[in-house]
T-cell receptor, first 113, second 112 residues
Framework: GAGVSQSPSNKVTEKGKDVELRCDPI?????LYWYRQRLGQGLEFLIY????????KSGLPSDRFSAERTGGSVSTLTIQRTQQEDSAVYLC???????????FGPGTRLLVL | TQLLEQSPQFLSIQEGENLTVYCNSS?????LQWYRQEPGEGPVLLVT?????EVKKLKRLTFQFGDARKDSSLHITAAQPGDTGLYLC????????????FGKGTLLTVNP
């Protein structure tokens, strides 16, 4: 079956603009994660969705960042009023069961000029 | 805050050489995972270790979890150019059953 897909693969935007990043998890996976990977850094947890439970938003760096997951499937990460420090690769991962392996998408490379 | 330190940060070797990369923490993890990430791709899970002292082998890769579950190592025998990539360790547990703490990674280059 298909893996995790993300779009767009690359995004260049101007400082102050809003951006939306999309993640399509593996079908049947109830858990979905967003991470940020800055150059030379590890993966930074942003947000976690599990089924119909309230998401864990503890990793979101500021109120400019938000995410939603519609119908327990597709997720959108929105960054408002982008700043240059938001430039990074944004990775999405999904997981079938609690404690199971996370499967990552290829990421969206965001560059804020 | 749990931290995972990986070393070395960069490693460039010739094909056929052996190498070991390390993942260390002052915190105890209930599990530890190793991922490989290639340019333009997301990380791909290589192995999960859960028991202190556990050793797992995956072809030419040997993974070990420390007895105290605070550290791990990855040893590659007879490295090949296809092993090139960013190796990330990630610790699970520590109060959360779903969050992983990632190290910064070791960037390995195997030259033909």
């Amino acid at each position: 079956g298909a893996g995790v897909s993300q779009s767009p693969s690359n995004k260049v935007t101007e400082k102050g603009k809003d951006v939306e990043l999309r993640c399509d998890p593996i079908s049947g996976h109830t858990a979905l994660y967003w991470y940020r990977q800055r150059l030379g850094q590890g993966l930074e947890f942003l947000i976690y969705f599990q089924g119909n439970s309230a998401p864990d938003k503890s990793g979101l760096p500021s109120d400019r960042f938000s995410a939603e997951r519609t119908g327990g499937s597709v997720s959108t990460l929105t960054i408002q009023r982008t700043q240059q420090e938001d430039s990074a690769v944004y990775l999405c991962a999904s997981r079938k069961t609690s404690g199971g392996a996370q499967y990552f998408g290829p990421g969206t490379r965001l560059l804020v000029l | 805050t749990q931290l995972l330190e990986q070393s070395p940060q960069f490693l460039s070797i010739q094909e056929g050489e052996n190498l070991t990369v390390y993942c260390n923490s002052s915190s105890v993890f209930s599990s530890l995972q190793w991922y490989r990430q290639e340019p333009g791709e997301g990380p791909v899970l290589l192995v999960t270790v859960v028991t202190g002292g556990e050793v797992k082998k995956l072809k030419r890769l040997t993974f070990q979890f420390g007895d105290a579950r605070k550290d791990s190592s990855l040893h590659i025998t007879a490295a090949q150019p296809g092993d090139t990539g960013l190796y990330l360790c990630a610790g699970g547990g520590g109060g959360s059953n779903y969050k992983l703490t990632f190290g910064k990674g070791t960037l390995l280059t195997v030259n033909p």
